[in-house]
Nanobody, 120 residues
């Protein structure tokens, strides 16, 4: 059973920083792409940052220059460093893994989400 476990959310004042972590566990042979999405109340889930299958990165325009996605030494781990946080960054942040090749086959997975709240 493949699982994505996120951590690092919390409450921070505007201008502060947080670092989110996501680790994929289970019988995994490879992962095509991993990234972070977020969903604010009343809004659709949106891309924040991701590694593409080719290894490059994509960022939402709203977070460029403030957020950085990175990988851990273990390829099944990704981080999201969030600096200069704004109240509009408040959302539930979800880790996503696409094209996960495991013992059960190939699938896409989501983490359970971690709340990030930025106070003004």
């Amino acid at each position: 059973q493949v699982q994505l476990v996120e951590s690092g959310g919390g409450l921070v004042q505007a201008g502060g920083s947080l670092r989110l972590s996501c680790a994929a566990s289970g019988s995994i042979f490879s992962i095509n792409a991993m990234g972070w999405y977020r969903q604010a109340p009343g809004k659709q889930r949106e891309l924040v940052a991701r590694f593409t299958s080719g290894g490059s990165t994509d960022y939402a325009d709203s977070v460029k220059g403030r957020f950085t996605i990175s990988r851990g030494n273990a390829k099944n781990t990704v981080y999201l460093q969030m600096n200069s946080l704004k109240p509009e960054d408040t959302a539930v942040y979800y880790c996503n893994a696409l094209g996960v090749v495991g013992r059960q086959g190939i699938g896409d997975y989501w983490g359970q989400g971690t709340q990030v709240t930025v106070s003004s």
